[in-house]
T-cell receptor
């Protein structure tokens, strides 16, 4: 089955530690995205990548970093600089990065930092 | 930048009734409007979408209408069923591929 795999489903970290969230897709999509979801709020874009070895900041990139070394993979690192990292993180992909290309989402990683 | 407002934030209906969720957007350049359904603990899934050259689109019990002049679009679910209970998100895209999401509507369908 084609889709997006996010792992792990739940992640717990101590404050001050960096943590990397995994996202893999086998849809052969060019574009990949990371969103953050907080209770009662919409999805806010952290980073996106329209092609391998290239990525752009979204609306809330501070305290996060990404890499896109392979088409299939787009890991997100939540650094200790992110002031409020506890959230639900969603990875998505689309066939192209243009308008009219719907997003396919993974099932998310819930990160808790204490 | 684009701003998308979604109403209501919560909606409760009786099974078999209709449900309507409305979104307004600010950027007249937006030309693609998808709707996503998110069940508890899962990622959102596309349920229907509409492009700016179309006024209405229907897929079985789900329909979306778009009024470009007024910059609003709506999701209509008829004959609601308990499995329609979820959080629904609208989004608006510009040609640059940048999407902006509404804050979501929690729909509860009571049996």
């Amino acid at each position: 089955d084609g889709g997006i795999t996010q792992s792990p489903k739940y992640l717990f970290r101590k404050e001050g530690q960096n943590v990397t969230l995994s996202c893999e897709q086998n849809l052969n999509h060019d574009a990949m995205y990371w969103y953050r979801q907080d209770p009662g709020q919409g999805l806010r874009l952290i980073y996106y990548s329209q092609i391998v070895n290239d990525f752009q900041k979204g609306d809330i990139a501070e305290g996060y970093s990404v890499s896109r070394e392979k088409k299939e993979s787009f890991p997100l690192t939540v650094t200790s600089a992110q002031k409020n990292p506890t959230a639900f993180y969603l990875c998505a992909s689309s066939s192209t990065g243009g308008a009219g290309s719907p997003l396919h989402f993974g099932n998310g990683t819930r990160l808790t930092v204490t | 930048g684009e701003n998308v407002e979604q109403h209501p934030s919560t909606l409760s209906v009786q099974e078999g009734d209709s449900a309507v969720i409305k979104c307004t957007y600010s950027d007249s350049a937006s030309n693609y409007f998808p709707w996503y359904k998110q069940e508890l603990g899962k990622g959102p899934q596309l349920i229907i979408d509409i492009r700016s050259n179309v006024g209405e689109k229907k897929d079985q019990r789900i329909a979306v209408t778009l009024n470009k002049t007024a910059k609003h679009f709506s999701l209509h679910i008829t004959e609601t069923q308990p499995e329609d209970s979820a959080v629904y998100f609208c989004a608006a895209y510009t040609n640059a591929g940048k999407s902006t999401f509404g804050d979501g509507t929690t729909l509860t369908v009571k049996p």
